[in-house]
């Protein structure tokens, strides 16, 4: 069943040239390992994006414990590693289960106890701050504040690439499976419709037939597998893990600029956002603490100004099939 | 350390904890804003204060006074510039942008406040002298702010009760339209509200530096202990916010001296998050 017709080839084209765009741009800085960590790690937070702009941008359901989500993702493959109870696929697939769990857990919550938008942030911010706590307090398991290393994970036909350029193909093949995905739930499933529904409006929605509840948690479950997933997979790319890499400045923040940025609710908005963000954070690298004053001041004009994000605002004035 | 000034710490913190919560709530039940910048302003005043008093040298009650002043100029300038676009949405909409709004302030403010006065710890010295009734002892400090954060929270409940301005304030929270169509001006209240809510928090702020020093790095933290003060006792209950502030802060005194602050602050963290599921209007309910 395709819903919408119109603009089907222009969307097609774009996703073919992302996946072209991803598989070639790091063959043109492969003498610069330092731009392919650094596109490696805008992969992961568009990841995180991504999950996030479901979960908010669709569902309207504000989490504020992505760090939280993916850093349990990430302690649990790491210390499985660490112990030798398992390979690295089990510990992830297992990690990645886990967190579905407990992403549905809090999203089935959420709408049984009909919390409004922002309990379920204080819900889910409370869930952060017992996650970086208890990582910093249970020092013999986690390893405390300066967390643990975990190395030499094998990642069988991956392996004979260097490091960066493993890590940057494996989760550019996660991303686009996922952007792929979504655009057909959104575009070709009655999900979709759903999705649209919700979006205009909860009640209406739910009085037209739609089981807004139901919605909800699935879109908690497989955000939260999807953080669960690209979480622990940062883990072994950042082969380090801390407390602070998973705290609410370092990830929650910056994903919330990315979607708020890119455009709440569209596919595209997260790429275009995390681009943008990447190359400011990195231009701003050498102010420090300075960079959370210039962050916060452009948020606040962001939303004063330009609260839609980009991509709306390209779709209403350029090009109207973007997505 | 025994119980008596457990007891007697706890207390104090959670009086402070009460007196920046009472402000969030303010704010929260008239403007529908969750203003994230609250310890923030806090600490704008503390390190306001001790930037001139001790690099400028000024006398302490003229830097005092110059902390309120400046705290009180960021939150009408939060409410008149800065919330205009939340303003103009209504319901969950406007909950949402208030909440980034804040949340991008406080981050400016934090991040700047660090930068530019990494050394700026307010600590406020009283005279010292001990008093002991019959088999407790409290110093002189305690006894101060536990009588100044007493008395002001007093006042706040007196005013909200007793004046006609405090009656204006709560029929906004409770009725907006309501209030609106029997002639209140919620644009004055709200900035009342604000400029209250401001006041408030930044003489928590010195009180807590009586007992304590307060660096330019703790807004996020008086922020979030302040919001979780505020979840348990119910966004829109003064009196149930004070009642929790108390609370809150009694049990995790002795819940830092049992097991430890990291420990006690996930007990803390899971006690709201109970109290949300369970009882989201608060303790108290929706009571004044």
Redesign the interface.
């Known amino acids: 069943m395709v819903i919408e017709e119109k603009y089907i080839k222009e969307r097609s084209y774009v996703l073919m040239a992302l996946a072209i765009l991803y598989l070639v741009l790091p063959l043109v800085f492969i003498d610069m390992p330092y731009v392919i960590f650094i596109l490696t790690q805008m992969n992961f937070y568009l990841l995180f994006a991504f999950a996030f702009n479901f979960l908010f941008g669709l569902t309207?359901q504000?989490f504020l414990s992505v760090g939280a989500f993916a850093g349990i993702g990430a302690y649990i493959t790491g210390i499985l590693l660490r112990e030798g109870m398992s390979g690295p696929v089990e510990a992830v697939i297992l990690s990645t289960l886990l967190v579905a769990g407990i992403g549905y857990l809090v999203s089935t919550?959420s709408v049984k106890?009909r919390?409004?938008?922002?309990?379920t942030?204080?819900?889910t911010?409370?869930?952060t701050?017992?996650f970086t706590?208890?990582t910093?307090?249970l020092v013999t398991i986690t390893g405390g504040e300066t967390g643990f290393r975990i190395r030499g994970v094998n990642l069988w036909i991956l392996d004979w690439l260097p490091h960066n350029i493993k890590y940057y193909y494996l989760s550019s093949a996660i991303l686009l499976v996922v952007t792929i995905l979504a655009y057909y739930i959104l575009f070709y499933t009655k999900m979709g419709y759903a999705y649209q529904c919700i979006l205009a409006d909860e009640l209406t929605a739910e009085l037209i037939g739609i089981y807004v509840q139901r919605v909800k948690t699935l879109t908690g479950l497989f955000a939260s597998a999807l953080l669960g997933l690209s979480g622990s997979i940062y883990g072994l790319f950042s082969q380090l893990i801390a407390p602070s890499y998973f705290a609410f400045?370092s990830v929650d923040?910056p994903v919330?600029l990315i979607v708020?940025l890119g455009g709440r609710g569209t596919l595209l908005g997260p790429y275009i956002g995390a681009a943008v963000i990447t190359v400011v954070n990195e231009l701003l690298r050498l102010l420090?603490?300075?960079?959370?004053?210039?962050?916060?001041?452009t948020?606040?004009f962001l939303?004063?100004f330009f609260?839609n994000g980009i991509i709306e605002f390209l779709k209403r004035n350029l090009a109207p099939w973007l997505f | 350390m025994d119980i008596i000034s457990l007891i007697f710490d706890g207390v104090i913190l959670g009086l402070i904890f009460s007196l920046i919560a009472s402000g969030l709530t303010l704010i929260y039940g008239l403007g529908n804003v969750l203003n994230l910048a609250h310890g923030e302003l806090l600490v704008l005043s503390t390190v306001t204060t001790a930037v001139l008093s001790q690099l400028l040298g000024l006398p302490l009650i003229l830097a005092l006074l110059l902390g309120v002043i400046v705290t009180l100029l960021a939150s009408a300038f939060l409410d008149k510039i800065l919330l205009i676009p939340a303003y103009r949405l209504v319901g969950e909409d406007r909950i949402i942008l208030g909440l980034y709004m804040t949340l991008a302030l406080a981050y400016s403010l934090h991040g700047g406040l660090i930068t530019a006065f990494p050394n700026a710890y307010l600590t406020i010295n009283v005279p010292f002298f001990v008093i002991e009734i019959a088999w407790i002892t409290l110093r002189s400090s305690q006894l101060i702010a536990a009588l100044a954060s007493f008395a002001i929270l007093v006042s706040l409940y007196l005013f909200l009760k007793r004046t006609w301005h405090g009656m204006a304030i709560r029929s906004l929270t409770q009725n907006e339209i309501g209030a609106m169509l029997v002639g209140i001006p919620i644009k004055k209240y709200r900035l009342m509200v604000f400029i209250i809510g401001g006041l408030i928090v930044s003489l928590a702020g010195f009180i807590r530096s009586v007992v304590a020093t307060v660096g330019p790095e703790s807004g996020v933290e008086f922020t979030i202990l302040g919001l979780l003060v505020c979840v348990i006792g119910g966004v829109r209950s003064i009196s149930g916010t004070i009642f929790a502030g108390i609370l809150t802060g009694l049990v995790y005194t002795f819940l830092i001296a049992m097991i430890g602050t990291y420990l006690a602050y996930v007990m803390l963290l899971v006690f709201v998050m109970i109290t949300v599921l369970v009882r989201p209007q608060g303790i108290l309910g929706e009571r004044w």
């Open positions: 309207n504000l919550l106890r919390l409004v938008v922002i309990f942030g204080v819900f911010l409370a869930i701050l017992v706590n208890l910093i307090a400045a923040l919330q708020i420090g603490p300075l960079t959370l004053v210039i962050y916060g001041v948020l606040i939303l004063a609260r």
